[in-house]
């Protein structure tokens, strides 16, 4: 039961996007700053690579050697791919695949598709049949890009020897960011993760018109976000912090001010409160009042009294201690009768706070 007050104190989140607006033109130029993480399957490549150099020797031909320069251009455009748009190869920031290319000092051909899987059989014959438009390829670099589900493959074959043989065919993480203009994107999506007591991680995630319908992070530094009603939900920056019960409105901008998601957030906040169990007056002017400890993940109290029944003009006593449960309230009026009420609260950090409903008020004659 204590675990699940404990729980209830922190507030439960849920949020769907209600519209979404990347309607935006082009000429416009606002842009965001995508990030894509995927894994490099750089392994796969060498086997399939491997096969395909023993059938050419097999057949008296010669091995392709595997040029470092083809492979970098070759990783990282595969990388890029996952934000293709169309079949040159532009990106969405505008740029085309071809100017990578200029590095490698030598004539290259290359070619990217998507591909069903990430096994080496597949990669091997998206390969093989690449390589049979150009027969007379010595050197080449290839990779596969995999991002949630989406599988892309990109290769660049040249008809010189190799400048230079990569060896580092380790499969790693990698992490891509590309500037992509807002006209190219179709669907966003704001993402809230909880961290505790009420505080939450705003980020956002973008899908592009191109090869894949993943989502992609974008850059915390490009976004910024709004609370229609910070009493309920309040923003700091990329934090969000719970406050009562209640549903608002949470937006996203550019940094220059254009909207990109606009979403309703409902945000629910616990019912339970502390109880007062003990209020007296046993000395002159003076009341002692005790409280049920029952939320127990409390960072401390606030206690309230005031002679008017709807706590008017009340004065607030702050309890930061937690194990803190009573208090004695000094230099009060004899004879009058005072009303009380506590509530508990939570530090979610950054000089924000979480508090629990009011007690019931309860009242006492001040001796």
């Known amino acids: 039961m204590k675990k699940l007050i404990s729980l209830l104190l922190s507030a439960v989140m849920a949020f769907s996007v209600t519209g979404v607006y990347f309607n935006v033109y082009a000429e416009e130029a606002s842009s965001l700053t995508v990030i894509v993480t995927g894994t490099q399957a750089n392994e796969t490549v060498k086997l399939a690579l491997d096969e395909i150099n023993d059938e050419r020797l097999g057949q008296g031909g010669a091995a392709l050697e595997t040029d470092k320069q083809l492979t970098k251009v070759a990783r990282l455009a595969a990388e890029k791919a996952m934000l293709h748009v169309d079949s040159d190869f532009t990106l969405p920031s505008g740029l085309p695949f071809s100017l990578m290319l200029t590095e490698i000092n030598q004539t290259a051909f290359a070619a990217s598709a998507t591909l069903e899987n990430s096994e080496p059989e597949t990669v091997k014959e998206k390969l093989s049949e690449f390589l049979n438009m150009y027969p007379t390829a010595l050197s080449i670099g290839a990779a596969v890009f995999i991002c949630n589900d989406t599988v892309v493959f990109f290769a660049a074959c040249s008809t010189v020897p190799a400048g230079e043989i990569e060896t580092n065919f380790n499969t790693q993480i990698a992490t891509y960011r590309e500037t992509v203009l807002r006209s190219y994107l179709n669907q966003g999506i704001i993402d809230l993760t909880p961290v505790k007591n009420g505080k939450y991680i705003l980020s956002m995630r973008v899908s592009g018109s191109g090869y894949s319908d993943d989502m992609f992070d974008v850059a915390a530094s490009d976004v910024v976000y709004r609370s229609s009603n910070a009493s309920i939900f309040k923003i700091k920056g990329s934090n969000g912090y719970a406050k009562k019960t209640g549903t608002v409105t949470v937006t996203s901008y550019t940094k220059d001010g254009k909207v990109l998601i606009q979403g309703k957030l409902p945000c629910n906040a616990t019912k339970i409160s502390p109880e007062i169990t003990l209020l007296k007056s046993k000395k002159k002017k003076q009341a002692t009042v005790k409280w049920t400890k029952n939320i127990t993940n409390a960072s401390g109290y606030r206690l309230q009294y005031s002679t008017n029944k709807k706590f008017k003009n009340a004065k607030t006593v702050i309890i930061k201690k937690k194990k ?36 019931a008020k309860k009242s006492v004659k001040i001796k």
């Open 324 to 359: 803190t449960v009573s208090k004695i309230i000094k230099k009060l009026k004899s004879g009058k009768k005072y009303y009380f009420r506590v509530r508990a609260y939570v530090d979610q950090g950054e000089n924000e706070k979480l508090f629990t409903p009011w007690s």
